[in-house]
């Protein structure tokens, strides 16, 4: 199976590195791989943050591994041309329309966490979250206003379709996991909320064994702080999805513990970490890689049908936290490449 990988810029290099030493230890020759550069790297070599190339192989793949992009070099270019665009292009480019994101306490870290340890190893959620529309892919500008002031617009909107088909995964995958579904939304103040919400419960219908609830987004921040393990699968859109999902982060330790897949209609998907390429610690070996390693577990059991290979490697990362493996990040002062080994050795 060909596997596109796509490092892209600061950690992202450091923790796709580690990340490929654990595939090639668990997968050996079963996995083939295709480089290329997205993101920053790309503008610079190429002029452009997603290159035709780079994209024809992210199509031509069984699934995408990608790092993080973002360059402060690259902070005052147009916005097409900015790092950022290039994994917003890929998920339009390949409909990836559900991002996955799981929050699993780890009960090695419940220290770690910003929780009280209680509350701490109560939670295990998943975050559905829209990725092809909101007011990240609105029409967006630059204006003046009568009185001649500048005014930034970006216009947050959701058609029918796209809410009842990530509402759907949402219901699934509660369906799969404890059967509880908490759809977040701003229906108090935005008519894209609104239509959200009567879609969910139109869509309720067919999941009579789902248990449906509302929440608004901000008491949703509040709740996932004060007794996070409430939650089973939340479904919400792009915006309010990329932030709360952050927060669960911190929920469990640290953003450098969080996976995630985004998919298409066919479950073809891209992997990544949540987090971004954090310049402030770029090249300097801090880099926590079990985000992606955690990933890339998800793109053996989503895509590539290698699930007994992925349960060897989650059982591997919680291992190696058990036995006191820890980067900066968690409080410990591991590198990035010894983190990586303290993986390899469990496996
Ligand atoms: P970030 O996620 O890169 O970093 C936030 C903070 O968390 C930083 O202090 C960083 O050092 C720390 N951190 C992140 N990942 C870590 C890891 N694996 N181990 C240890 N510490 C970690 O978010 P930030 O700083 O807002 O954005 C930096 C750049 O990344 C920007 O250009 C942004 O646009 C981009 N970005 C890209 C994403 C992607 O490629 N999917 C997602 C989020 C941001
Ligand atoms: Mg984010």
Known sequence: M????LPGDGIGLEVITETRRVLDAVCGDRLT???ALVGGAAYKAMGHPLPPETLAIARRADAILFGAVGDPDCDSLERKLRPEQAILGLRAELGLFANLRPAKGFKELVNESALRPEIAGAIDLLIVRELNGDVYFGEKGMRKTDAGRRQGYDIMSYDEDEVARI??????TARARRGKLCSVDKANVLETSQLWRDVVIELSADYPDVELSHMYVDNAAMQLVRNPGQFDVVVTGNLFGDILSDQASMCVGSIGLLPSASLDAN???LYEPIHGSAPDIAGQGKANPLATILSAAMMLR???GMAAEADRIEAAVAKALAGGARTADLGGTMRTAEMGEAVLRQL
């Open 267 to 269: 479950a073809k998907g």
């Open 302 to 304: 989503y895509s590539l």
């Open 33 to 35: 791989y295709e480089e």
């Open 167 to 172: 509402a759907r995964v949402g219901f699934e």
């Open 2 to 5: 060909l596997i596109a990988l």
